[in-house]
């Protein structure tokens, strides 16, 4: 028995979800809102975050938390890799996107964009929004750096790594702030995830008053 | 051959200080200032941070990715446990001092205090002091209500919950602003932290033109 508490516009949450998809684990899910202190949320992580994953009654908290158990619990189809030093590169850049890439992108575009429109209706700061997307620009030729290098952004095989990266890209894609066509190896590496079974579950997932982008569930954008 | 790149102030590399002595693993110290683009340390970490640990020529970049490593490569005295639960919950904590303690309190204190000192000779922002000193306060509960119910942080063996925890109280500590008074189980707690071997590294670190405060080098507080 195993539930999955989220929400579509977390990054972290969209994450976890990826990876319990590409480790085959099946999970009930349960949409519930952060910005609200929902008690049962409180409940289960007095931090009031998604993503947690509840398994034979167990909450377990806090997203890179929540990949180690399911590396830890089912060793399977590992998204870490074996050896130590290639799951310190898979860890090293998760962290890149989880923390650095939302706080200087996603924070300023999907935060403006999407969570203040959805938890205040206020108007996005322009300020805000020119900041984010000149940082994406500099973090989109960092993810073409590493794929010019690499198969996959850690490796030879695909990571945490990546799946951090897809999360948070796909919020921006989800608003069509992501310029795919100035970085073709980036969107090919994208188009390879976008494709993947794991990414169906984000692919449908709508936000109330604000519809997708057509590039969003385009799988040849 | 081990060398860490860290500097005093960072919370995140005083935690991987305290590892690898927990470990008993030797390494070689340089101190290096990450507000001023070292470049040696962009050399190491594109996201120019600290610490990096330096193993055999192999960087090894993010905090909490170099405690994993240091498990990964190094699985005796573990610092996570070994039932993938207890894992998670070592986790857990840990990421709740790393990530929310250090935004709701540190920032505030150690950020306005020492850092903005050290970086810009700034006077603090009263608001962030106070906004610091009662999510301080929240936290000292918290962390009461653990060590009533448990030895250290997490369960029954000291794990890297207690080691994010002391690095982030022992910035705060030496500028003297933990209320150790009202809260005795947590003073407990850290007395016994502080006068374990692995500590020695912090008491001895100074900040210049910032002297610690009396209690910070005192076993005896």
């Known amino acids: 028995m195993r539930t999955l508490y989220h929400h579509t516009l977390s990054a972290a949450a969209r994450k976890v979800r990826l990876v319990l998809h590409e480790k085959h684990l099946t999970f009930d899910e ?6 609200q202190r929902d008690p049962t949320l409180i409940a289960l992580n007095p931090a009031g975050e998604v993503p947690v994953l509840v398994e034979n009654e167990n909450p377990i908290v806090d997203a890179t938390t929540i990949c180690e158990y399911l590396e830890d619990a089912y060793p399977e189809n590992s998204l870490l890799g074996s050896m130590p030093l290639e799951r310190a590169e898979a860890r090293r850049l998760a962290a890149w996107f989880d923390v650095k890439f939302a706080r200087e992108v996603n924070d300023h575009l ?46 030879d095989q695909i990571t945490v790594a990546d799946l951090s990266a897809a999360a948070q890209l796909s919020l921006l894609d989800y608003i069509g702030d992501v310029p795919w066509d100035n970085e073709p190896l980036v969107k090919e590496w994208y188009v390879r995830l976008k494709s993947r079974p794991s990414f169906r579950c984000l692919l449908r997932d709508t936000v109330p008053g604000v519809p997708a982008a057509a590039v969003y569930a385009d799988l040849d954008f």
């Open 30 to 35: 349960r949409v519930v809102d952060p910005w």
């Open 110 to 155: 999907v935060g403006e964009k999407l969570i203040k429109r959805v938890t205040s209706r206020a108007a996005p700061d322009s300020r805000a929004l020119k900041a984010g997307r000149e940082n994406l620009q500099t973090h989109m030729q960092y993810i073409a750096w590493l794929t010019e290098r690499r198969r996959w952004l850690a490796g």
